[in-house]
């Protein structure tokens, strides 16, 4: 089989955070697998009226405890802060908008960019609706700052974030992280949460064999 012929659909979210301690899952999948395609789509999570404070999901806190045992991934003491304070905005249109105006400057780089969104977030509490932010992260991967702050007001970028939440209804996924395989016109379903990379790379050979026959 052309590996040419199949591509990753990572389905997140920045404010997502099962989507942070599946990163580095999905990262060690992609390296292992540059010659796999891998597009990431912004699932929009806290959108319209479940753009809400922090404190309106009391789920959060225990749900990150589980995340860090199952993935490993830390939470930083200043996005604790946030959480205890309680009354930070999820927005994930913001973040989706971010996250487009990122990509558009540098496609190549998405995952790596989607980390440092998290990492802002989970690790130094810092809001994915701060220009700021968005400055910090261009700085960090050696791309204009300017050009990205000038992105995320343009149009355009905020229409490839609503087409980013049209394609994951159309896709009928509704939670995050959720990684497919494309191939043709058909979409197999690699998995999503705690999985390992190891698990992933598993998944994905049993896929790739069934439709090889």
Known sequence: MNDQEVSFIYVWDAYCGWCYGFSNSIRTLHEIHPEI????????????????PIKDYPHISEANQR?????????????????????????????????????????????????????????????LSDEETYREIAMAHHLDPDAVIERLKEKETINDAYADFAKVQQLNVNGYPTLLLKKGDEYFSLGGGAMTAEKLEGRLKEILEKIDQ
């Open 37 to 52: 395609p891998l597009t990431l789509v912004s699932g929009g999570l806290f959108v319209g009226d479940r753009s809400l």
């Open 67 to 127: 995340i860090s045992q199952l993935t490993g991934v830390e939470f930083g003491e200043r996005y604790e802060e946030l959480l205890a304070n309680g009354t930070f905005l999820l927005d994930s249109e913001a973040a989706a908008i971010g996250f487009s105006a990122l990509r558009s400057i540098a496609p190549e780089r998405v995952l790596y960019l989607a980390s440092s969104m998290q990492k802002s977030f989970y690790q130094e509490g810092k809001s």
